[in-house]
């Protein structure tokens, strides 16, 4: 089994923010898919997929972004998924608007969904994909930023993003993530 994560913030308020394309990402791949997000359990709304006899897993987590872990380890921990087997796919404020970056392993810089997560988990060793929305205007604040909308000369390279990260996550159903990794970086 695998298991694949977006993070982002519950509710039609965080909709289409930058700290909600985690979100994005999972809306973007079960849609490509044919899959409904119906199931609710684990602080969480996910739906299953079965790629070549394996069960996949597309989370969203409900807790809001600060506390994703209390939704990602217990899943994790119910169906004894090992970490190598998790995904998980967040906002990066250090890349720019259109970038994905790729790791197997890491901090949360400053993230505090990945803090979550670390804290939860117990581990940095988790495959990840970073998506960038860049860092706001020097005097801006971060927090309106993040929980802000794209401008528009943004969404062309969102929107390349969203594709890519889906493209990335549908390769690593088949293939090593170390080699996903180099295809994608």
Not at 38 to 55: A, I
Not at 66 to 83: K, M, Q, R, T, W
């Given at each position: 089994?695998?298991?694949?994560v977006?993070?982002?913030n519950?509710?039609?308020?965080?909709?289409?923010?930058?700290?909600?394309?985690?979100?994005?990402?999972?809306?973007y791949i079960?849609?490509?898919?044919?899959i409904?997000l119906?199931?609710?359990?684990?602080?969480?709304?996910?739906?299953?997929?079965?790629?070549?006899?394996?069960?996949i897993?597309?989370?969203k987590?409900?807790?809001?972004m600060?506390?994703?872990?209390?939704?990602?380890?217990?899943?994790?921990?119910?169906?004894?998924?090992?970490?190598?087997?998790l995904?998980v796919?967040?906002?990066?404020?250090?890349?720019?608007?259109?970038?994905?970056?790729?790791?197997?392993?890491?901090?949360?810089?400053?993230?505090?969904?990945?803090?979550?997560?670390?804290?939860h988990?117990?581990?940095?060793e988790?495959?990840?994909?970073?998506?960038?929305?860049?860092?706001?205007?020097?005097?801006?604040?971060?927090?309106?930023?993040?929980?802000?909308?794209?401008?528009?000369?943004?969404?062309?390279?969102v929107?390349?993003?969203?594709?890519q990260?889906?493209?990335?996550i549908?390769?690593?159903?088949?293939?090593?993530?170390?080699e996903?990794?180099?295809?994608?970086?």
């Open positions: 089994m695998k298991v694949i977006g993070l982002g519950p509710g039609s308020k965080y909709a289409g923010t930058r700290h909600n394309i985690g979100f994005d990402i999972i809306d079960v849609k490509d898919l044919g409904e119906n199931q609710s359990k684990f602080k969480g709304v996910f739906g299953t997929y079965l790629h070549k006899g394996e069960k897993f597309f989370l987590p409900l807790t809001y600060n506390l994703s872990g209390e939704s990602v380890a217990p899943l994790l921990n119910y169906y004894d998924i090992p970490l190598e087997n995904l796919v967040y906002d990066d404020l250090d890349l720019p608007v259109g970038k994905i970056r790729l790791r197997q392993k890491g901090g949360a810089g400053g993230h505090n969904g990945i803090k979550s997560l670390l804290s988990l117990g581990t940095n988790f495959n990840r994909i970073r998506v960038g929305i860049d860092r706001p205007a020097s005097g801006s604040e971060l927090v309106h930023y993040v929980l802000g909308g794209y401008r528009p000369e943004e969404k062309e390279a929107q390349d993003s969203i594709h990260s889906s493209k990335a549908e390769a690593w159903l088949d293939k090593p993530f170390l996903v990794m180099n295809t994608f970086n």
